[in-house]
């Protein structure tokens, strides 16, 4: 990193991760400011946490260091993707998923260690679009059960373990959920019919674990767009366990698209999903990805961007 380390800055989200697990943190990064005189700046919400994370941009800030979970990273990427400034993740929520799929440790020690000393590489970024607006993400983008169920899952007592919250809201969902239609077009052609989601990937995981594309990268130039057609609940049931493995791409209703843009219509409008963050009703996306487009601080040769299976 820059060897100026008035250039470093902490952006912390005060109420992402347990209680202990901020209190240690905001004690390691308070001896780490105090030493190497980095300014901490605390969120208030999130069109904050974004509006700082722009400030630190036009201020021109070397390292953006955010303590948080993936909607943290999430905000943070709005601003800082295509600015040459370095990204570093604390990872604190619930998931965590693009900073494990990164290979980011999640001992805060040494996931600070990282962010003060490693190297920054240039990692993939995925953007969506649709008539309501557009935002870059990280880790997924995607409509149908997986953002309904992320919708459920937001609902969720915090206190509860990051899977269980996950396997409850899925379950809750699945009572009322109806499958809607989709048509697809992607690089290889197009694809029709009724789907209980279609995600696109620019990580492997996401959802506290689930390893949705488990041979997505995050430096390959691609979406892995992951369709799953309409199944029986029971069926579902079955099958849901498998995508902790990443087994469930052996299953005959899933088709993964490997795809550099894509566009996805969906009867009736659905809930548009990003990095565990709810965008939008939309009847219509367009998806594409951003080589290169985040300097994140990582370790090298990690599983995700390395071609190793996923982190």
Not at 105 to 120: I, K, N, Q, S, Y
Not at 197 to 204: G, L, R, S
Not at 215 to 241: Q, T
Request: aromatic share 6%; hydrophobic share 45%; glycine share 14%.
């Amino acid at each position: 990193m820059a060897d100026e380390r008035a250039g470093l800055r902490f952006l912390i989200n005060p109420s992402s991760g347990g209680r202990r697990r901020r209190r240690r943190l905001r004690d390691a990064i308070e001896r780490a400011s105090a030493r190497d005189g980095a300014g901490v700046e605390r969120s208030t919400s999130g069109a904050d946490l974004t509006a700082r994370a722009r400030r630190a941009v036009e201020e021109g800030v070397a390292r953006l260091v955010v303590a948080g979970g993936d909607g943290t990273v999430h905000l943070a990427v709005q601003a800082v993707a295509g600015s040459g400034v370095e990204l570093a993740i604390l990872p604190t929520g619930r998931g965590d998923d693009f900073a494990l799929s990164a290979g980011i440790p999640r001992r805060p020690a040494d996931a600070l260690g990282l962010a003060l000393e490693g190297e920054a590489r240039p990692l993939d970024l995925g953007w969506v679009r649709w008539g309501g607006g557009s935002a870059r993400f990280a880790a997924y983008a995607g409509v149908g059960f997986d953002s309904a169920a992320a919708e459920v899952a937001n609902r969720q007592p915090r206190w509860l373990p990051t899977g269980l919250t996950y396997v409850l809201a899925v379950l809750r969902t699945l009572v009322g959920f109806r499958a809607p239609e989709i048509r697809l077009t992607h690089d290889g052609g197009e694809w029709r019919g009724r789907v209980m989601f279609a995600t696109a990937c620019n990580a492997p995981r996401f959802g506290g674990g689930m390893r949705i594309a488990p041979e997505a990268r995050l430096a390959d130039g691609r979406l892995d767009l992951v369709v799953v057609r309409e199944v029986g609940r029971l069926e579902l049931l079955r099958v849901f366990p498998r995508v902790f493995s990443g087994s469930h791409l052996g299953h005959p209703a899933v088709t993964v698209f490997r795809t550099r843009r894509a566009r996805v219509e969906v009867e009736p409008p659905a809930l548009l999903g990003s990095d565990g963050e709810l965008l939008d009703r939309v009847g219509a996306i367009e998806v594409g990805v951003e080589p290169g487009a985040l300097r994140l601080v990582a370790p090298s040769g990690a599983p995700a961007a390395a071609g190793a299976p996923g982190a």
